[in-house]
């Protein structure tokens, strides 16, 4: 999965993937490889924002993991547990707008 790095404008900070989970899942895991063209020292941010439904029906949003300080020479894994889950919402944060951010090998496990 590729994901374009926010222009770091004021109006476009983060991106954001979400995805139905629909309670079916206990862990979303990947690897966070960012690739930069002008600047492969930078750095880069994701959290996993999980969505889980409450009794009125409204979405409750909280962390259910979070990736810190990926670099193209030092990839990071991202776990986040997402049992019960309705939705997961993945949030992209660049250092640099020039660059994608690779979620490798992700996976979403049952349990």
Do not use: W
């Not at 954001?16 to 899942?25: I, P």
């Not at 030092?74 to 640099?96: D, K, N």
């Amino acid at each position: 999965m590729v994901i374009d790095c926010p222009t770091n404008q004021s109006d476009d900070k983060v991106r954001e993937v979400t995805y139905e989970l629909r309670g079916r899942y206990r862990t979303l895991s990947a690897t966070v490889r960012p690739h930069y063209e002008e600047y492969p020292d930078s750095v880069t941010y994701v959290t996993a924002v999980g969505g889980f439904p409450q009794r009125d029906g409204v979405l409750s949003r909280r962390e259910v993991g979070r990736q810190q300080f990926a670099t193209m020479a030092s990839p990071q894994a991202l776990t986040a547990e997402v049992h019960g889950a309705a939705e997961v919402t993945i949030q992209i944060r660049c250092e640099s707008p020039d660059g994608v951010v690779v979620l490798e090998s992700a996976r979403l496990t049952r349990g």
